[in-house]
């Protein structure tokens, strides 16, 4: 018997569709590859600045701690903060006497140029009439703050 080898004659069509397929397959990972090089290579853009109005109406000593830590954070990154203490968010006045870590906070938001204004009918109710911290201000300088900041947080 003599050796014959069984030839399997190829399909050009089923080759030029597998040759189309494999070439689109090519050209689309090159085309992802490019795109991920070039977002990589893009310098990053920083986060616009905002304004931020803040009320703090309790006087829980953790809560108030860390409203200004943000505050402070918020400054720091370039962002205008001001900050309306109503009810008993007036009290800060007196907790800062108590809480070295809350004078702390409230002193550098100060320092920073940071307006802390109080509710003076809230003041006047505690017989705070020479408040330390904030300055005596009005519902009116609260609706201005709410409507002049883009963003307004309570605490």
Not at 7 to 27: E, H, S
Not at 66 to 90: C, E, M, P, Y
Not at 97 to 121: M, P, R, S
Request: with cysteine.
């Amino acid at each position: 018997m003599e050796n014959q080898t069984i030839g399997i004659k190829p399909d050009n069509k089923l080759n030029r569709q597998i040759m189309k397929m494999m070439f689109y397959a090519v050209v689309v990972v090159t085309m992802l590859t490019t795109s991920l090089n070039a977002q990589e290579n893009q310098p990053k853009t920083a986060i616009p600045s905002t304004s931020i109005g803040m009320v703090i109406y309790s006087n829980d000593v953790e809560t108030v701690w860390n409203a200004f830590r943000l505050a402070n954070h918020s400054k720091n990154q370039g962002d205008t903060v001001q900050i309306f203490l109503l009810a008993k968010g007036v009290e800060v006045d007196n907790l800062v006497n108590d809480n070295k870590e809350l004078k702390e906070q409230v002193d550098a938001f100060i320092e920073k140029g940071g307006e802390i204004q109080g509710c003076g009918t809230c003041l006047k109710s505690r017989k705070n009439n020479e408040p330390q911290v904030c300055t005596f201000s009005s519902l009116a300088d609260l609706y201005a703050l709410i409507r002049k900041n883009k963003i307004v947080l309570t605490f």
